[in-house]
């Protein structure tokens, strides 16, 4: 008898695996044929005789990795919404509750598969879409700029319109630079001026240089000087920071931790790293509450409704649970909350309403 019940869990378990499987997959597409149209829209505006129509369709096709990653929760939770809703109008549903899967047994099967999927959307979004998206960044950088930068193992190169070069080591954001370097050149392509700042900040549309050596060089012979702070024109534009990876969602959870602990150390700012880095931790688990969370939903309030509502109802749900998540992080930022209160907030406020649908529905 215990084996018959194991048996029958087990082709349950399956079932609604290969179905929550095939309406995720559709779902997928779904979102990638909107999301990669808006984004090629978009990037028509951009195309020129450097920018081709092909590095247009490399770079919307590397984005996509990237939103199908930050997404996935979504569509997860879309997916598990069309497979019960199919097994709700064929009354299968209701067949196996009769047969005496519970909703947390039904719960546990849809997470099963929830769960082989996340490994292999998490391998992928953290081991290769970062780099995919970078790199992809990178060439378009390079394209808009015409080749006026270029990136290095060891950093990015700049050319300035007044003849001067700038290296920097990386950028810590779309404003700050680590590790700057600038030589300016006469007329005769001899160097006058070289200059080097561990640190630099855009204020306003100025460089900030701190901490800075400068060297110069004439006739009367090499004068150095060592300031403070140092307002520069180095000649770096945001298309040339973007040869650097200046976001983090162009970083690996290692890069990231790595740019938090270098921020930390400094005494520079480190809140909306950290809000990013704890978000991206708990995405898988909020991922398995999303779809865990539909299975109740569909047992109850949703039970007799249609289709197209269920899907309406349920991408509303989604978008609403991902943009509380968004808001919390700028939340958490502007009044120095730990990032990891930003990330799991919302998983705990979900845990909690689970709860409460679970004991309203008797179960």
Request: with cysteine.
């Amino acid at each position: 008898m215990l084996q018959m019940k194991n048996l029958r869990m087990t082709v349950l378990d399956a079932y609604i695996g290969r179905l929550y499987l095939a309406t995720t997959f559709f779902v997928s597409l779904v979102f990638f044929s909107v999301i990669g149209m808006v984004q090629m829209i978009a990037e028509l505006s951009a195309i020129s005789d450097s920018y081709r129509l092909s590095h247009a369709l490399g770079y919307v096709g590397a984005s996509l990795m990237g939103y199908l990653y930050d997404l996935f929760p979504i569509i997860s939770m879309i997916g598990a919404i069309l497979a019960l809703g199919h097994l709700a109008s064929g009354n299968e549903l209701i067949v196996m509750r009769v047969s005496g899967a519970s909703m947390k047994r039904i719960m546990f099967s849809l997470s099963k598969m929830v769960c082989f999927v996340l490994l292999f959307v998490t391998f992928v979004g953290e081991g290769f879409t970062p780099e995919v998206k970078f790199l992809a960044q990178k060439k378009k950088a390079e394209k808009l700029n015409n080749g006026q930068a270029l990136n290095t193992i060891q950093g990015t190169w700049v050319r300035s319109s007044g003849g001067g070069y700038t290296h920097f080591e990386k950028a810590l954001g779309k404003r700050e630079l680590v590790g700057i370097t600038h030589y300016q050149f006469n007329k005769t392509h001899g160097l006058k001026t070289s200059l080097y700042a561990p640190y630099a900040r855009m204020v306003g549309k100025q460089w900030q240089l701190y901490d800075v050596n400068m060297t110069h060089l004439d006739d009367g012979g090499v004068q150095s000087k060592h300031v403070e702070s140092l307002v520069y024109n180095i000649g770096v534009s945001v298309p040339a920071m973007q040869l650097s990876k200046l976001q983090p969602d162009q970083q690996s959870l290692h890069e990231l931790y790595k740019v938090i602990r270098y921020r930390s150390r400094r005494g520079m700012d480190t809140e909306a790293y950290e809000v990013n880095f704890w978000e991206r931790v708990v995405q898988p688990f909020e991922t398995v509450l999303l779809v865990c969370l539909a299975v109740p939903f569909m047992m109850g309030p949703m039970r007799s409704s249609t289709m197209s509502m269920r899907l309406m109802l349920g991408m509303g749900f989604g978008f609403g649970f991902y943009f509380a998540g968004q808001f919390f992080g700028p939340v958490a930022t502007m009044y120095n909350l730990p990032g990891w209160l930003a990330a799991f907030l919302p998983s705990l406020i979900l845990v909690l309403g689970g709860q409460q649908l679970l004991y309203f529905l008797g179960d």
